[in-house]
């Protein structure tokens, strides 16, 4: 498989910037409300922590079957980091994506706009798109559904498997 490579993607409001180290500092002040690890456990990482998980998301998977596609969300009006998306995209071409929006910015539509143009920019390369949200939370719901996901009766680790099929080449289903 031909390793996935995260591009920059560009919707009516936001750039969807591929992850670079040097976002730690920035995201990590976007990152720090311990409110956002409510349904996700754990807690704030230290720019120092971020930068450093962000060097290994950077460096790529360490399985060449495995593709990780991280960006930051910048809304053009505000030239500020405000989230992030992420997919990893598997040989078996299913991508497993997630989202987090800092917390002054929620509500404002900008993790369902980042999720919809993630879901179309994956659905050139993948033939399954898959989310996992814990039962509780509604707004991550109702990105999931924004973006064309829908519940399924399957649970992983306490989280609700959400899952969008798309078609293939020729019209033929793919990744299932």
Excluded: K
Excluded at 85 to 106: C, K, M
Excluded at 113 to 120: C, I, S
Excluded at 151 to 171: I, K, S
Aim: aromatic share 4%.
């Amino acid at each position: 498989m031909q390793p996935l490579v995260a591009e920059p993607i560009r919707t009516p409001r936001l750039d969807l910037l591929p992850l670079r180290v040097e976002h730690a500092e920035e995201m990590a002040a976007v990152l720090s409300d311990p409110a956002l690890h409510t349904f996700v456990g754990g807690a704030p990482h230290s720019p120092a922590a971020l930068r450093t998980r962000y060097r290994r998301l950077v460096a790529g998977s360490p399985d060449p079957d495995v593709s990780w596609c991280n960006w930051v969300l910048r809304p053009r009006e505000e030239e500020r980091l405000v989230g992030t998306v992420q997919a990893t995209v598997t040989r078996r071409h299913t991508a497993e994506i997630a989202w987090v929006v800092g917390t002054p910015w929620q509500g404002r539509g900008f993790a369902s706009e980042a999720a919809r143009a993630l879901v179309a920019e994956l659905g050139r390369s993948v033939g399954t798109i898959v989310a996992h949200i814990h039962p509780g939370h509604l707004a991550s719901a109702a990105v999931a559904a924004a973006a064309g996901l829908a519940p399924t009766d399957e649970e992983q680790d306490g989280e609700q498997r959400w899952r969008l099929v798309l078609p293939g080449p020729a019209g033929r289903i793919v990744g299932l």
